[in-house]
């Protein structure tokens, strides 16, 4: 075991503060990373705030990790000293259930490891997972993601939670030419959903409660903006997009946004709003729709993502911050004050 040195928050009205803790040292199939940078991602506040339900603390958040390799295990084959790398919401899973299998091991039936607040197989069951708000990670090299080269690191580093979330039902409703696809809410992960759709070649749509968003949303990348507080707007609109990416995590109505979808169209929820959301079943009847939801994507997948995005050239649009200013962050996201994600520093420590 080391000392590993961080910032943890130690219940859900406390500050972040500095926190040493342990990790362990690399075992046979483990690789070492120093963190260089972390994205702040809206799932930290909601964790260490206690806005979810069982949080542990002390928690550590951070699942949005860029750095280098510092070291590897005696088996380790795919990664050496020096690499650029990445590492995103998951740290492990079973890796011989059918999901697994599969390369779905978000969906691991036997419970996949998060980055930070899981229970923490390799080091006891007395033990929690620590998070990127960190100097430094130690993960299985199953679950560490390769950098391409011509990314800028700072700003992929946001791509392994809000780049994923997003790619993921993109690729899975196969957004492409020819379809036409809407994204509701421009943020964290409406701005990258908005990018990665321009880039797969379909018809973009934003769809945002906020007038002043529109230019934004036209430099990303989007054909078209709906401005969803005009019911003119979206009466217009109704019934012409085939999927619909909703990264909404406020309270709102669903049924607004499944008006606007064809026959057979989807809307999938990737926004995690705290309360459920209410569902008028003739808003799905009447059209043959489907309200879907998505949660990351597996290990290929986010490294398919990561090369699809260098490819592209995308990366996040963010705003860097010290680690000793994750608080002020996170007031200024509850107001939704940043263009498009806040990426923590580790240089600051």
Excluded at 59 to 78: D, F, K, W
Excluded at 87 to 111: A, D, H, I, R
Excluded at 114 to 128: A, C, F, I, K, V
Excluded at 246 to 257: E, K, M, P, R, W
């Amino acid at each position: 075991m080391f000392i590993c040195e961080g910032f943890a928050a130690q219940g859900p009205d406390k500050s972040f503060t500095p926190f040493s803790f342990e990790r362990r040292d690399p075992l046979a199939n483990d690789v070492d990373i120093d963190i260089q940078y972390c994205g702040v991602c809206h799932s930290d506040l909601h964790t260490a705030r206690g806005d979810w339900p069982g949080t542990l603390y002390p928690c550590v958040p951070g699942h949005e990790i860029v750095g280098t390799v510092r070291r590897v295990g005696s088996a380790v084959t795919r990664f050496k000293a020096g690499d650029k790398v990445g590492v995103g919401c998951m740290v492990n899973s079973c890796q011989t259930c059918e999901s697994c299998k599969q390369g779905l091991e978000q969906f691991c039936e036997k419970g996949m490891t998060g980055t930070y607040n899981s229970p923490d197989p390799e080091t006891g069951p007395d033990r929690h997972t620590f998070g990127g708000y960190s100097k430094r990670v130690v993960v299985n090299e199953n679950f560490v993601l390769r950098i391409p080269d011509n990314l800028d690191l700072a700003a992929a580093a946001p791509l392994l939670c809000a780049g994923i979330t997003t790619y993921s039902p993109l690729r899975h409703w196969k957004a492409g030419p020819g379809k036409k696809v809407g994204v509701a809410g421009l943020g964290g992960l409406g701005h990258m959903a908005v990018k990665i759709a321009r880039a797969m070649g379909a018809e973009v749509t934003m769809i945002t409660t906020s007038a002043s968003k529109q230019a934004d949303a036209e430099r990303l990348g989007a054909h078209h903006v709906i401005l969803a507080r005009d019911p003119e707007a979206m009466k217009k609109a109704a019934g012409t997009l085939d999927l619909i990416i909703d990264t909404v995590a406020a309270q709102h109505d669903i049924g607004n946004y499944l008006q606007l979808v064809k026959v057979d169209g989807t809307v999938v929820q990737v926004g995690a709003p705290e309360k459920p959301l209410p569902v008028n079943v003739f808003d799905l009847i009447m059209g043959r729709r489907s309200l879907a939801g998505s949660l990351i994507g597996g290990i290929a997948e986010t490294q398919e993502m990561l090369d699809f995005c260098a490819k592209h050239n995308i990366t996040a649009d963010i705003e860097m911050i010290n680690a000793q200013e994750i608080d002020h962050a996170y007031e200024r996201m509850l107001k939704s004050d940043v263009k498009y994600r806040f990426v923590i520093d580790m240089a600051s420590f």
